[in-house]
C-alpha cells in the first residue's frame, strides 16, 4: 500500500518552498542490521568515513536550552514568544510541528497543536498548551506531544532534547494522516517569521555547494526512549513511526530545491537496507527528495532501537551518499520502478538547513531523546 511518508509532509509543512506534492513515497524495505557494541545500556556507533582534514566549518549552533514553537505548518512561523529556558530569550532553534492530511480526511483537532494565547494562560493554557519546569528542565506538552529540554538528569550531555508523539490514546487522531515534531534550526530554510526576526540563525550554511566540499559531517546522539505500535488505525491500516535527520539543499541555479531524509529507524523494519535502496518523490514545481536509510552509509553503522539506550554517531560523513543519489539525476517516484528526474550537476546544489525528529501514523507512540546535535563542513 503506498501512502505519503514524513519526507512529503516535510515539502508539504514548507509551502513556501515546495508546492502542489503529488507523488508518493513508501517504507516498504527491508536489509540486515549491523553489530554495535552495548556497554552500560549504552551504543558507540562507530564513526563512518572519518574526516581527517582539521579545517572544519559548523553549519549548526549548539541547540539552546529554550524553543521558538512554529505550530503552524502553512509559515512554518513562530506562534507566541520563546519557550523554555529565560536564560535564551531569542533562541536560534524551534520546535516545528506538522500535520499531513490524506484524501477527504477531517483537519487535525486543535488540542494536537501547541498554541499560545495571550488571555488564556499564554503557553500554560491547559488544552493546546501545558507548560512546567525551569530553566535546566522544562517541558511544552499537549493531548498528543511532548517536547521536555533537560540539563539535569544527564548532565555529561550538555542537555537532552525529548520528543514524544502519541497516536495511541488519542482516539480522535485521525487514521491514514501523518503527525510530525521536529527540531530545526533558524536559517535560510526558516526564519521563523516576524516574531523570531531578531534571533541569531542556528544554521549558517557556507557559500559553496557541495562539489566543493570535502566533508559533510553528522554528530547526534540519539536514544529511542519509548516505541508502542498497536493496529487502531484499519482503513487504511498505517500504524508506524520513523525517526530522520533531512536536510534541505536549495539548487542556486534554478531554485528547485532537494530533502534528503536519511531515516534512523523505522517502526516497521526489523534489519533496514544496506543495498543502497532509496525512495523518492517530486512535485508539480520540480522539487524532488530522497528517503535514504542509515544503515546504506557504512557497515560500521548501528540504527537506534527501543531498549538500547544512547547511540552516538560521531563524525558520520554524509557527502558522499548526498552526491550519489543528486548525481544520478533521478530518483524513483515513490518505491519505483518510475523514475523522477532532476539536475545532477553537484556543484549547483547548496545545504541550506536541516531537520531531526519524528514522524507518525495511526495508532502509534515515540518517545526520541537527541542530543550534541551538528553538522560541520570540510
Request: aromatic share 12%; net charge neutral.
Amino acid at each position: 500500500m503506498k501512502h505519503c511518508n514524513f519526507l512529503t509532509a516535510l515539502c508539504y509543512g514548507h509551502r513556501k518552498e515546495c508546492k502542489s506534492l503529488i507523488a508518493w513515497c513508501t517504507f516498504n524495505q527491508r536489509s540486515e542490521i549491523q553489530m554495535g557494541v552495548v556497554k552500560s545500556g549504552m551504543v558507540m556507533a562507530a564513526s563512518a568515513c572519518l574526516v581527517a582534514s582539521a579545517s572544519a566549518v559548523d553549519l549548526t549552533t549548539p541547540m539552546s536550552p529554550s524553543l521558538w514553537v512554529a505550530s503552524n505548518h502553512d509559515t512554518q512561523a513562530a506562534v507566541g514568544p520563546p519557550v523554555g529556558s529565560s536564560a535564551v530569550a531569542q533562541p536560534s532553534w524551534a520546535v516545528l510541528q506538522w500535520y499531513l492530511a490524506q484524501g477527504n480526511q477531517p483537519t487535525l483537532p486543535p488540542a494536537y497543536t501547541f498554541k499560545y494565547l495571550p488571555n488564556q494562560g499564554g503557553w500554560n493554557n491547559y488544552i493546546n498548551s501545558i507548560f512546567q519546569g525551569s530553566n535546566n528542565k522544562w517541558t511544552l506538552s499537549n493531548a498528543t506531544s511532548l517536547v521536555e529540554y533537560n540539563a539535569v538528569d544527564q548532565p555529561w550531555l550538555n542537555g537532552t532534547y525529548t520528543l514524544l508523539t502519541n497516536g495511541i490514546d488519542a482516539h480522535e487522531f485521525p487514521c491514514g494522516g501523518e503527525f510530525d515534531l521536529w527540531l530545526s534550526p533558524k536559517g535560510p530554510l526558516n526564519d521563523m517569521g516576524p516574531l523570531a526576526s531578531g534571533a541569531p540563525n542556528g544554521f549558517i550554511p557556507v557559500p559553496n555547494t557541495i562539489s566543493s566540499l570535502n566533508s559533510l559531517v553528522l554528530d547526534v546522539g540519539i536514544n529511542i526512549k519509548d516505541e508502542r505500535v498497536i493496529p487502531r488505525c484499519t482503513n487504511p491500516a498505517i500504524n508506524q513511526i520513523a525517526y530522520a535527520v533531512t536536510f534541505f539543499l536549495k539548487n542556486v541555479s534554478n531554485g528547485k530545491n532537494f530533502f534528503y531524509s536519511l531515516t534512523f529507524r523505522d517502526s516497521r523494519i526489523t534489519q533496514m537496507p544496506t543495498n543502497g535502496y532509496y525512495g523518492g518523490f517530486a512535485d508539480a514545481g520540480g522539487n524532488v527528495g530522497a528517503g535514504d536509510y542509515i544503515t546504506n552509509l557504512a557497515s560500521s553503522v548501528v540504527p537506534p532501537a527501543p531498549g538500547v539506550g544512547r547511540v552516538a554517531y560521531n563524525n558520520l560523513n554524509i557527502l558522499p551518499r548526498i552526491k550519489q543519489i543528486i548525481s544520478s539525476g533521478w530518483v524513483y517516484d515513490g518505491a519505483g520502478p518510475n523514475k523522477i528526474y532532476f539536475d545532477g550537476n553537484v556543484a549547483n546544489w547548496r545545504v541550506d538547513g536541516v531537520f531531526i525528529g519524528q514522524a507518525v501514523w495511526g495508532g502509534s507512540l515515540g518517545e526520541s531523546q537527541w542530543d550534541n546535535f551538528k553538522v560541520q563542513a570540510f
